[in-house]
Nanobody, 116 residues
Framework: QVQLVESGGGLVQAGGSLRLSCAAS????????MGWFRQAPGKERKFVAA????????FYTSSVKGRFTISRDNAKNAVYLQMNSLKPEDTAVYYC?????????WGQGTQVTVSS
């Protein structure tokens, strides 16, 4: 089973960019589909992007298509979220998720704040 640690969050002006990283421990990282979710204050956690174990299939929620890019490096046990053209509505805690069979594992989250 993997453990996840996110990093890369911060405060950025609208139109700016951030790159989130999620480092995974464990030897079975390449078995897991990986995803990014976000939770704004007072709202439920929502899907942002996902990538299949091999990286061959990628999915985005419509509001981030063309602005965000998910990628993974199985040799480094890491998944990334490149976020460009950030908007104030992207402000949230971003969580990394690993999913495989019955396992669903969450990181602790990293705060992203976009100022207008």
């Amino acid at each position: 089973q993997v453990q996840l640690v996110e990093s890369g969050g911060g405060l950025v002006q609208a139109g700016g960019s951030l790159r989130l990283s999620c480092a995974a421990s464990g030897r079975t990282f390449s078995n897991y589909a990986m995803g990014w979710f976000r939770q704004a204050p007072g709202k439920e956690r929502k899907f942002v992007a996902a990538i299949s174990p091999s990286g061959g299939n990628i999915f985005y929620t419509s509001s981030v298509k063309g602005r965000f890019t998910i990628s993974r490096d199985n040799a480094k046990n890491a998944v990334y979220l490149q976020m460009n053209s950030l908007k104030p509505e992207d402000t949230a805690v971003y969580y990394c998720n690993a999913h495989w069979a019955t396992y669903s594992i969450w990181g602790q989250g990293t705060q992203v704040t976009v100022s207008s």
